[in-house]
């Protein structure tokens, strides 16, 4: 009962701090497997309105809202490292905020895989330090606008480092740093041939902060929220066998 009152309390703080927005883990320590040990996890996560450059026509004032819906699993190597594979589907949409009307560009949903490689050193009185590397690629349907078709292949990235702190009552509390980035490459026919273009990240470095809960020997729970790169929640289950 404490345990859930806890995560549900840090889920009210998160909601009403970070807005409405999901977003893929960066905590390294949550959801970790035993060495040579899988870890199964089922994820569903949105990124709102996260802001976006357009390098072509140097333009800022872009968002994304990114939606993914997957399945993953964790392989421990070692006690302290264990690499992670997604895939799933997933759909871009890209609007000016200043233009609500604006239909901006909305790709169908598609596919996406996702690889990962985490570590984790014990440090003294519960401590723990974690380091962990995520990659993500997107092949999302086409997008149409004033009659032309966009096509797209995402990807993002980002490398990041916490400290978890082990509690008791199966309890953990992280927090850490991380340098994220994401790229949208697109292009469309036009009069003078194909025309190319993209957008990237306004905003790189970013802080996040979670909980963690054991419930029971297999199974594990987190909730975590960003700020800076992104304003966003995360959330998941994971299962170990």
């Not at 995560?7 to 970790?32: D, H, P, Q």
């Not at 809202?65 to 895939?87: E, K």
């Not at 169908?108 to 380091?131: E, H, P």
């Not at 850490?176 to 790229?183: A, F």
């Amino acid at each position: 009962m404490r345990k859930c009152f806890l995560m549900t309390a840090f889920w009210v703080f998160l909601w009403g701090n970070c807005s409405v927005s999901f977003a893929a883990r960066a905590g390294n320590v949550v959801c970790f497997p035993d060495r040579k040990a899988f870890l199964a996890k089922c994820e569903k996560s949105r990124v709102d309105a996260r802001g976006l450059f357009e390098y072509d026509d140097q333009a800022y004032g872009i968002v994304v809202d990114l939606d993914q819906q997957c399945a993953g699993i964790s392989y421990g190597l070692t006690d302290n490292a264990c690499v992670d594979l997604r895939v799933g589907e997933a759909k871009v949409d890209i609007y000016g905020p200043e233009s609500p009307d604006d239909p901006g560009i909305r790709f169908g949903w598609g596919s996406f895989w996702g690889i990962g490689i985490r570590s984790k050193i014990n440090l003294d009185r519960g401590f723990l330090f974690g380091v962990g590397f995520q990659y993500n690629r997107y092949h999302p349907g086409v997008a149409y606008r004033s009659g032309m078709e966009f096509e797209s292949e995402p990807w993002e990235w980002h490398l990041s480092f916490d400290v978890n702190k082990e509690i008791k009552g199966g309890l953990g509390l992280y927090a850490g740093i991380r340098y994220s980035d994401i790229k949208i490459p697109y292009s469309h026919p036009s009069h003078f041939g194909t025309r190319k273009g993209g957008f990237e990240a306004e905003d790189n470095v970013g802080i996040f902060a979670g909980v963690e809960a054991n419930l029971g020997k297999k199974m594990t729970c987190f909730v975590e929220g960003h700020l800076f790169d992104e304003k966003a929640v995360a959330f998941g289950v994971g299962y170990s066998f």
